[in-house]
């Protein structure tokens, strides 16, 4: 018994007094110097706040008490080997600064606006002089934002029409010739991981090279100032941005990223005509390719977009996301979050890419055509009719 710890006490968690409170910072932490700690309640709805009050600066955040379960933490005391649990509640502040200004009638968000124009510009395309016009026009005309929101209601209501298009096909038949269709083409006879998928078989070589300035302006721009909103493609951008000395393999990474960003907007777009949307906010280039590529040849109305569309992203998105990687390797935790849709879809789609899950992990692994299993009968795949 001597090797164990004894419990001396355990606190009573009572809703109806103040606890000891869990403070975390939003933006950072809290410097050196003195604060004050207090709980605050609204007289309006009763709710309480933490407030820290450090010199000027005042941070709040709301009180994280669930009613459905309680919070302890264990004090220990080293000499005697005891401890007290006891109950404590949580808070996540912020500095009240970001309130003031979201009250100005510039927000915050101008700076990073301006950033970006900056870049766009750079590029000298019709997109960008397009791009910097519209967001001019949203600032002073009210009546750009109606038009907006009535081109979303219709679209929504377009997509109540066309919901089954975000489900997998409900195939009988295994249509190998719907699968070369929508899968990059690869080598089936590869006895190398890296022989399995060349990278001019995805993204069309003659596109690539002619990214090569956009390529160097998004390697020297900060990634915040980037009209990528995926966290994923992100991060993947600042691994290559944090080496001293970027590679010609780097290089080409940023340009795959450029292409996975307006895939990734292909994949959740709603509205069935991809010539009347912006899918890259950094260039046309990619865009007008994706445009002609993914649109759906069996349609007669040019650049419409179908589930054939939707599937051919994903599985290019999911190879580009390989290839980008280390050693061939993507969670699919990582995937579902980005692409919005589940880890069973994800799944599904990287078989047929010969990307299989790790033993008992949620890693996708690139493998070798030859060793990965055919498709078994619930999910094959085909066009629908």
Known sequence: MDDKTLIESVCNHKRDTYLP???????????SGNADFSIVESNRDQR??????????????????????????????????????????????????YKQLEKKEQMPVLSKEHATKKLLKEFGSRKA??????????????????????????????????AEEDTLPDANVNNLEYLATIVPKFDKTATKVSEVYDVDDVVPRPLLDRLDEEAKVVYGTPVESLPIESEYLRDCLKRIQAKEIASKEDFLHIKLIIYMDALQT????????????ELSGITEKVENDIVQRFADPK????????????????????????LISEKYEV?????????????????????????????RSDVLSLRLPSTVPALSTSNRFQRKK
């Open 129 to 162: 002089s397009r791009y910097v016009n519209n967001s001019e026009q949203m600032m002073v005309n009210v009546d750009v934002v109606r038009q907006d929101l009535d081109e979303t209601v219709q679209n929504s209501t377009l997509n109540e029409t066309n």
């Open 299 to 322: 349609v007669a109305k040019s650049f419409t977009r179908t589930t054939y569309s939707t599937e051919k992203a994903l599985t290019h998105f999911i190879v580009l996301a390989l």
């Open 266 to 277: 292909l994949i959740g777009l709603r509205s069935r005509q991809m010539k009347k949307v």
């Open 48 to 97: 309480k706040r933490a407030l820290v009050l450090a010199g000027q600066q005042i941070y709040m955040g709301d009180l994280q008490d669930s009613t459905e379960y309680n919070t302890y933490i264990c004090l220990r005391n080293k000499s005697t080997n005891k401890v007290q649990i006891v109950p404590v509640q949580q808070s996540l502040l912020a500095n009240n600064v």
């Open 21 to 31: 409170t869990i403070v975390k910072f939003q933006n950072g932490s809290l410097g």
């Open 331 to 359: 969670d699919m935790n990582v995937l579902s979050r980005t692409l919005r849709t589940t880890k069973d879809r994800i799944k599904s789609y990287a078989h047929i890419v010969n990307a299989r899950p790790k033993s």
